[in-house]
Structures are given as structure tokens and as C-alpha cells.
């Protein structure tokens, strides 16, 4: 049985399908990262830098949740696309069903347990005595919009594994602009500080959730309908789920770490600039890598669809063009870290001194982006396939093989320098991983669309 609207996934031409669904999900993602980039600007601005560094303390928690949200909703996407291009709409329901089962459970298990476990997060970020208020007011509020944005994520993954590109852009901005708005009201005119930064996040992941359950609600049959038996956990489509998404949560689960192990480092060899310098780096890095993660996105429903209905020469067709697309982002990106540092930096703050660290921790991390596209969608395209342990293994080579002994080396040795330096080198010998099992993977789709392989 075919899904209404989705046939186009295996017959429009592969260059003019993934520029279609890549370019609206590119937006969305860039979107998405002006969570935090429009926090660090309200922040940097209204609160200094103290608030920001603040708000990093949070990071490692923020990257905990969204590990959660994406393993569900890249694996709850992939199967659902995959079920779709199979024709087999009850398997696509449970996947949904089950997806939504995931979110609110785990999303409301984190938030309690991060606020009962409040003081001891704080300790192990080890927050100076002036950074610790800022940090402890954005995380008592932030935890809560868990649930919400891991149902979010849940949903518009699956609205995009539809092939409804535009509307997964649609519900990105008018979260997003909500979010602005209430940036600047609470931390300007009510002067909330990093506690309103957060509410404010809080509030525009919940309107991104009303708004696709309205879509859902509104849709006729042309988006994926559920019952309340598609809602009772099954194991079976729960182990597709999490499999296919578990390398998306070692890569931001490792996240957590890496960044706590970040912070704990620049601490040591650094100062509380170097820490909020790491707070704006990041984000402006993660903005960077929206646009590629989009690339992915855009990928996902033509690769699993054609991969399901056994259209090989297609399938292989859109993994070529989306590591070239990607690949080009991230050189873009590299060129304008190296050429405007100082310009990018000094949107977030008027301080000369934590501009100067920025520009100098910029350049440093961003040594390594030219070949950071080619490694996220060469890990994408074994999420689409359904290929979990090949995935697994490529996000646990970057963000623990290689980078947390790189970070116990380094910085012992070079100081602060050594961890930025971290960065660049995990990113390259990480890429050659992926060009490798990449390489095999298209040799054996090969085989098969010649027929010597059944």
C-alpha cells in the first residue's frame, strides 16, 4: 500500500528531489541553532559575560537531551521513510506511535532527574563561584522544556520523512521567532537575565509542539494518523528505533562528555573568557553545522525510500550528490571562520579581551571544517539505510575514539591551545574513517544494481 503524496521520493530526478528537501530542511536547521545563537546574543549583550559562561554550564546537559530527541527521531524517521517506500503504512504508524511513546517518557524522565541532580551537574562542570548563579538559574528552568523538544524533534522528523520539507521549515521558523521575541522581552524590558533566556526557549519549543499536532490533527490522511494502539511500546519497532539512532546518541551523548570534559579543561588552563569564549564558539560552530546536518535531513526520506523499494542506481545517485553538497558547506563555513573571526565574535559581546580569545579560539577549532561535511553525511547515509552499528561506529570514532584521548593528551601538554587543537585533529582523521567504510559501502550498492549480488 502506497502513502499519498510520497511517490515522487522514487521518481523525480535525484538532483532536483535533493535540492528540494535539502534547501527547506538547511533553513529549518539553520533556524533551529538560532535557539542558542539568539540566547548568546540577548546574553552577551544584557547579561556579559558571566552569562555566558553561565549558560555554557549548561551545554553538556542541552546535548544529553538533544542525544535522546535525535536518536528518536532519526531512527523513528528512517523507519518510517523505509516503511513508506515499502508500502507498508501500519509499520509506519507504530514507528510514529512508538517514536511519541519514546519522547515523553525519556524527556520527562531527564527533567526530573536533572532537577534532583541539579547541584551535583553543577560541581562536575566545575563552575567558578562567579559563574555558578548564571549557571544554576538557566539550568533550573531549561530542563523542563526537555519533554517538549524531544517530542518537537520527534514529530518534525517525521514530517520530513514524508517528504514534507516545507512544513518541517515552516514549524522551525515560527518556533524560532518565537523565540526571539521573548528573548529580548524577557531579558531587555523584564530583565530576567539567563532565567528569562531560558523560559523563553522553554516556551517556543512548546509552540513548535501545538503547532504539528494541529497539522496532524488537520491533515486529512495526508500526514501519518495514529491510534492509541500505535502508542503502546512495542519492542520490535522500538529496536529499530534506538538502532538506527543510537549513533546519533553516542555522537551528541558523547557530546555531553566531550563539552563537560571542555569545560572542565578550560577551567584548568584557562580562564572564566576562555570559558565564555567557549560558549560562543560553540554555538556559532553548531550554526555552521545546521546547514550540513539539513543535507542529511533532505537525504534521509529519498535514501530510505529507494533503498526500501530496491532503486539502487537512485540510491547511490543521492549519497554521491549529498557528500558533494555537504562538502561545499563546510568549506564555506571554514573560509568565512579563517577570513571574519574578530567580525563574527564581536556581535556577541562589546568586551575587547573576550573578543580577542574568541577570534584566537575561532580559527583554532575551525582548522578542521572542510572535511566535517563529508564526514556527517557519510554518517547520515547508514542512519537512512538502517545500517545502525556502521553509523554507531562512525559517530563513536569522532566524539570518543579520537577525541577524549585527545583531549587527555593535548592540553597537558600545549595548554589551552592543546584543546582547542582537539577539535581540527579529530575532525580529519575521523573523515578518513568514514571515506573508508563510505568507499565500501558504494562498491556493495553497486554490486547489487548489477545483479551479482541478490
Sequence with gaps: MSFRGSEFLGSEPVGR???????????????????????????????????????????????????????????????VSRSIGAGDRETACYAFGNLMWFAWTFGLIMAVGCHLALGQILGLMGASEDVLPHGRAYLEVIIWGFPLIMAGIGMNSTVRAQGRAKLAMATMLVSAGTNVVLDYVFIFPLGMGVRGAALATVISQGVMVVWLMVHFALSGGRMLSIGVRHLVPRWGVLRQILGVGSSEFVRLGASAVVVALVVRSLQRYGSSDAVAAFGVVNRVVALAFMPIIGVGQGLQPILGYNYGAGKMDRAIRAIKLSLLMASGLSTLAFVLMMIFPREIFSLFTPEEALIGVGERTLRTMGLGFPVVGFQVAGTGVFQAMGKGLKSFVLSLSRQVLLFIPLLLVLPPAMGLKGVWLVYPLSDLISAIITGVMLALQLRALGRIEDGKVM
Design 17 to 79: 528531489l535533493l535540492m528540494r528537501l535539502s534547501l527547506p530542511a538547511m533553513v529549518g536547521m539553520f533556524v533551529q541553532a538560532t535557539y542558542n545563537m539568539v540566547d548568546a546574543l540577548f546574553i552577551g549583550w544584557g547579561v556579559g559575560p558571566l552569562g555566558l559562561a553561565g549558560t555554557a554550564m549548561a551545554f553538556p546537559v542541552q546535548f544529553l537531551a538533544m542525544a535522546f530527541a535525535t536518536m528518536g527521531g532519526v531512527g523513528g524517521s528512517s523507519l
